[in-house]
């Protein structure tokens, strides 16, 4: 892919926009882009770089995510939504051609990176309440305020926004580094008569940054898989941001029939009966049963007889029960999975599981919890997108708003809730 029209090769302490940003290593990649941990010299921060590949449709596509980032950084004056803003965003020329890039705010790692820290045991409730609530918002200004469907929501499109300090405590110091800014003041170079000074000395500068941050930081993200220590959260911050505006959408101007990354497609899309917003609620308590649990709530796979789509709609009917016929026979794509009564084709016998047992039988939360849980989450994975909560109704449910500090504890959360139902 490090060829014309793909990905431009980076090397830590290459300088970008006339030597504004200063690589500093890699953070990820996508499909389309690589993203690089890089310094502003101007604002004496660290930002995201995420540099697109070069070619035509990825060029494209880049202006695309730039129009989507600008509008919600504009509707976002504070920076409070829980959307990553755009700080920034120019063209690149290189060897493989030009590369658009765009220049985020910095963040932390991915609620996927988060899940298998935890080694996929599932994080604590009060945990995932903080994650949803975060998400939830980034979800209801997309949505009520901008009309944007985010059309991608997963846990690799969620990234944390909190930093702990490594120096007090350097085991978790990799899930969320805090990165410590490079020594020197933060527009060097600037008395140096020839660009080449310049860009040798920000590289030189750069490195030493680069060093400096590994000497503090030991990644324990993806490290010692095997090892049966638990691992506590506790003290890790859960806000976080939703990323990735390569897909997103208007709600009145959609640009693709099939969208989302499989395991959190809504039916809706599977069908080809039309979609909105609801369809992000969907992918949202997909990736809040996955918090819970460590499990992905929907992991479809094609099988003797029967492709992937069908399989998908099947492990939705054994866990939320038989879809409504009107919704089954709906979709553009009905037919090729559904007959006439609403019955799968190919797959004819179902093992129902309802959530509420699932949690319980499968994942042992204790029955009030479940109970709870799956009362606001059964909702969110209604098969019509119309039924489905809003991110608002959502943020509203007694389940959000169940308060437990360390001193309230005893209360039990369901006395809590009873107690939110009554008020409410
Ligand atoms: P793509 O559209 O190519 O999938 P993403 O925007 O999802 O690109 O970014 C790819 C990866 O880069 C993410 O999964 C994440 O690991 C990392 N990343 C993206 N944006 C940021 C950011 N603002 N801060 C830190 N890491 C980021
Ligand atoms: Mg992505």
């Given at each position: 892919?490090y060829?014309?029209?793909?990905?431009?090769?980076?090397?830590?302490?290459?300088p970008f926009?006339?030597?504004?940003?200063?690589?500093q290593?890699?953070?990820?990649?996508?499909?389309?882009?690589?993203v690089w941990l890089?310094?502003d010299?101007?604002?004496?921060?660290?930002?995201a770089?995420k540099?697109?590949?070069?070619?035509q449709?990825?060029?494209?596509a880049a202006?695309?995510e730039?129009?989507?980032?600008?509008?919600a950084?504009?509707g976002?004056?504070q920076?409070?939504r829980c959307?990553?803003?755009?700080i920034d965003?120019?063209?690149?020329a290189g060897?493989?051609g030009q590369?658009?890039?765009?220049?985020?705010?910095?963040?932390?790692?991915?609620?996927?990176?988060?899940?298998r820290?935890?080694?996929?045991?599932?994080?604590?409730l009060?945990k995932?309440?903080?994650?949803?609530?975060?998400?939830?918002?980034?979800?209801?200004?997309?949505h009520?305020?901008?009309?944007?469907?985010?059309?991608?929501?997963?846990?690799?499109?969620i990234?944390?926004?909190?930093?702990?300090?490594?120096?007090?405590?350097?085991v978790?110091?990799?899930?969320?580094p805090l990165?410590?800014k490079?020594?020197?003041?933060?527009?060097?170079?600037?008395?140096?008569?020839?660009?080449?000074?310049?860009?040798?000395?920000?590289?030189?500068?750069?490195?030493?940054a680069v060093a400096k941050i590994?000497?503090?930081?030991?990644s324990m993200?993806?490290g010692?898989a095997?090892?049966?220590?638990e691992?506590s959260?506790?003290?890790i911050?859960?806000?976080?941001?939703?990323?990735?505006?390569?897909?997103?959408c208007?709600?009145?101007?959609q640009f693709?029939e099939?969208?989302q990354?499989r395991?959190?497609?809504?039916?809706?899309v599977i069908l080809?009966?039309?979609?909105s917003f609801?369809?992000?609620?969907?992918s949202?308590?997909?990736?809040a049963f996955?918090l819970?649990?460590?499990?992905?709530?929907?992991?479809?796979?094609?099988?003797?007889?029967?492709?992937?789509?069908?399989?998908?709609l099947?492990?939705?009917m054994?866990?939320?029960?038989?879809?409504?016929?009107?919704?089954?026979?709906?979709?553009?794509?009905?037919?090729?999975?559904?007959?006439?009564?609403?019955?799968?084709?190919?797959?004819r016998?179902?093992?129902?599981?309802?959530?509420?047992?699932l949690?319980?039988d499968?994942?042992?939360?204790p029955?009030a919890?479940?109970?709870?849980?799956?009362e606001?989450l059964?909702?969110v994975?209604?098969?019509?997108?119309?039924?489905?909560?809003?991110?608002?109704q959502c943020?509203?449910h007694?389940w959000?708003?169940v308060?437990t500090?360390?001193?309230?504890?005893?209360?039990?959360?369901?006395?809590?809730?009873?107690?939110?139902?009554?008020?409410g």
């Amino acid at each position: 892919s490090y060829r014309k029209g793909g990905y431009h090769a980076v090397r830590i302490g290459d300088p970008f926009s006339g030597g504004r940003y200063i690589a500093q290593r890699k953070l990820g990649w996508g499909q389309f882009s690589t993203v690089w941990l890089a310094y502003d010299t101007l604002t004496s921060s660290y930002v995201a770089l995420k540099i697109q590949k070069s070619a035509q449709q990825f060029a494209q596509a880049a202006l695309h995510e730039i129009e989507f980032l600008s509008v919600a950084a504009d509707g976002d004056l504070q920076n409070t939504r829980c959307v990553v803003r755009l700080i920034d965003h120019f063209k690149h020329a290189g060897p493989n051609g030009q590369h658009l890039c765009m220049v985020l705010e910095f963040l932390g790692d991915s609620l996927l990176r988060l899940i298998r820290y935890n080694r996929y045991k599932g994080l604590k409730l009060d945990k995932v309440r903080e994650i949803c609530r975060c998400v939830l918002t980034g979800l209801d200004y997309l949505h009520r305020e901008l009309g944007m469907i985010h059309s991608d929501l997963k846990p690799e499109n969620i990234l944390l926004c909190s930093t702990i300090d490594p120096a007090k405590d350097p085991v978790r110091s990799g899930l969320t580094p805090l990165l410590e800014k490079p020594e020197g003041n933060a527009n060097g170079g600037g008395g140096s008569s020839t660009m080449n000074l310049i860009e040798k000395k920000l590289k030189r500068r750069a490195k030493r940054a680069v060093a400096k941050i590994s000497e503090r930081r030991v990644s324990m993200v993806g490290g010692e898989a095997s090892s049966k220590t638990e691992r506590s959260l506790d003290g890790i911050d859960m806000r976080c941001k939703v990323v990735d505006f390569g897909n997103a959408c208007w709600a009145d101007k959609q640009f693709a029939e099939e969208i989302q990354t499989r395991q959190y497609r809504a039916p809706e899309v599977i069908l080809k009966s039309g979609y909105s917003f609801s369809v992000d609620m969907w992918s949202f308590g997909c990736t809040a049963f996955e918090l819970v649990t460590g499990d992905m709530l929907f992991a479809p796979k094609e099988g003797n007889g029967y492709g992937e789509d069908e399989d998908h709609l099947a492990l939705m009917m054994e866990l939320l029960g038989k879809m409504p016929r009107k919704i089954a026979i709906g979709g553009a794509r009905s037919k090729d999975y559904f007959d006439r009564h609403g019955d799968l084709k190919r797959i004819r016998r179902l093992k129902y599981w309802p959530l509420d047992r699932l949690l319980v039988d499968k994942y042992k939360l204790p029955e009030a919890e479940a109970k709870e849980f799956a009362e606001f989450l059964s909702p969110v994975l209604e098969f019509a997108p119309e039924k489905r909560p809003t991110a608002q109704q959502c943020l509203e449910h007694p389940w959000m708003n169940v308060v437990t500090t360390q001193k309230n504890n005893v209360d039990s959360v369901e006395s809590q809730v009873r107690n939110l139902k009554i008020k409410g």
